[in-house]
């Protein structure tokens, strides 16, 4: 995940999306989420890249967990 924040944060200076809005960002962002997480995400309100970030943090350390679970047979 933190991988993917920082590409995203990359990306977004690279093509110089400073005219995009922080709404703007943050649904590029959340599209590029993995569905699990993007499911999650989407229930609950934010309004900055950082607040989603984190969010999306939390989203994907109980996704993990779960499918540890899963795969031990809890």
């Given amino acids: 995940m933190d991988e993917y ?8 200076l690279k093509v110089r999306f400073q005219f995009e809005s922080e709404e703007e960002k943050v649904a590029r ?3 590029g989420l993995i569905r699990e997480v993007q ?11 950082d607040k989603i970030l984190h969010l ?3 989203v994907w ?6 499918q540890i679970a899963q795969q031990r047979g809890t």
Avoid: G, H, N, R
Avoid at 5 to 12: A, Y
Avoid at 39 to 49: A, F, I, K, R
Avoid at 61 to 66: E, G, I, N, S, Y
């Fill in 5 to 12: 924040f920082k590409m995203m944060e990359s990306m977004l």
């Fill in 29 to 31: 962002f959340v599209s």
């Fill in 39 to 49: 499911d999650v995400v989407e229930l609950y309100e934010y309004s900055t890249l």
């Fill in 56 to 58: 999306a943090l939390s």
């Fill in 61 to 66: 350390a109980m996704v993990t967990l779960l």
